[in-house]
Nanobody, 123 residues
């Protein structure tokens, strides 16, 4: 499986961006998917997860109410709508496939990481 994240860019605080994660090589309709991010000088952290059919979602407290994860299984694509962006949201954003049962927020349960897309939020 290859994941291609896109949609990052430079935006002012309070603005919005929509990230996309397109998969190739395998259909992802049977897997939960997640977004993580790594800010400058920080460790990678969990952002959001969506179940295989989109019926369940889970968010980090830091983005709850501002970010929305969704998916279109027909397009083999997962999205992250980011609203009310803050400078602390500046990071490289990565998508990954949750291949093992376990905590939604732990990287250990994810594989096939995409290459990341950069988001910069200016104050």
């Amino acid at each position: 499986v290859q994941l291609q994240a896109s949609g990052g860019g430079l935006v002012q605080a309070g603005g919005s961006l929509r990230l996309s994660c397109a998969a190739s090589g395998r259909t992802l309709s049977s897997y939960a998917m997640g977004w993580f991010r790594q800010g400058p000088g920080k460790e990678r952290e969990f952002v959001a997860m969506i179940s295989w059919n989109g019926g369940s979602t889970y968010y980090a407290d830091s983005v709850k109410g501002r970010f929305t994860i969704s998916r279109d299984n027909a397009k083999n694509t997962v999205y992250l709508q980011m609203n009310s962006l803050k400078p602390e949201d500046t990071a490289d954003y990565y998508c990954a496939v949750k291949t093992r049962s376990g905590s939604a927020s732990l990287e250990d349960y994810y594989d096939f990481w995409g290459q990341g897309t950069q988001v910069t939020v200016s104050s």
